[in-house]
């Protein structure tokens, strides 16, 4: 029996590491990773799994009988590939007697309030019972818009759901690197500060044959989720007993020491910039005030412009005089009232400091 790090884990395989060089699935590195998750269940640690692979899978199986544009393409792929993947976990899951379960979302089931409640209510129950969640992206009706910008996006997500310890993301090299890790004078950086520790000048921008993201998309996940109190690791899937040498507290891949924890509703904010429903500009005052180190709601006093048509409860982007993002909210009112309320003193706020992420 072994000591570990964590208690509630999500685990993210991307599709570079599930895929051999000519697309079919690596289930040998497949097989690994499901006994090593299935060791750490039996330890009584909770875990997620997003997988990435469907799309790769499909492409591995099926080709176009007739011509397919891009997006129809990937459905096809996706809606092909997914049975094959899932079918492969469940079998090796089962063979190491643990039970496993799929879930499909888009990312419009993070944006409504109602579809975000019940997919949290179905993460505790199979927890509670002990089933392994296998996540991924919709991709048959996730097009454009609608999409993620990977499964690391996603895996953040889920992630700050749960109210997991720590993300494990991991990809096919050994971690992010303080230059190019084709050279042989570069290293793995080991460690990284949530606020203060700077890598994304180091990383490649390119993204791999099977999957959509890359380490720069990884880097900026791992910062956002750090910063609402998760810890993250970046590693190579390929290697043998990754996820428990990460999880006895290990020396490997690249990690993101988190903040304070924050409450399951700030986690839910770290990530919804781009479910936002409208915006609040507010003047150089307000702006000030938020950033300070007192807890500041916002006040309508402070507010100078609303774009949107949101109601309450919904997310808004609050921006400052000079354009500048500072975070997001949930609003305690909807947008024709806080038009009405506009630079008025001594009225409710429209957002409250607990239901504010500042950048």
Known sequence: MIDTKYQ????KIGSN?????AGDLDTVT?????KQISYLHKLGIDIVLVSSGAVASGKSLFKPIHPTDDISARQMYAAIGQVKLLSNYYELFNSVHLNCAQVLVTKEDFRDRNHYMNMQNCFQVLLRNKILPIVNENDVIS???????????????????INADALIILSNIDGIYDGNPALPGSKVIYDIDAVHGKADTFISASRSDFGRGGMLTKYHIARKVCKSGIAVHIANGKNDDILLQITTGQR?????????????????????ETFAKGKVHINAGAASALVSSKAVSLLPVGITRIEGDFQKGDIVLIIDNNAKVLGLGKVQYHAKKAMELIGEKNQKPLVHYDYLFLY
């Open 30 to 34: 497949m097989d690994k990773l499901c």
């Open 252 to 272: 490997v891949g690249t990690y993101f020491k988190p903040l304070q924890k924050s409450t399951s509703l700030k986690k839910r904010l770290s990530f919804s």
């Open 17 to 21: 590491v599930l895929s051999k060089t």
């Open 8 to 11: 509630k884990i999500v685990i």
């Open 143 to 161: 097009i454009t818009e609608l999409m993620f910008t990977d499964n690391d996006e996603l895996a953040g997500l889920v992630a700050g759901m």
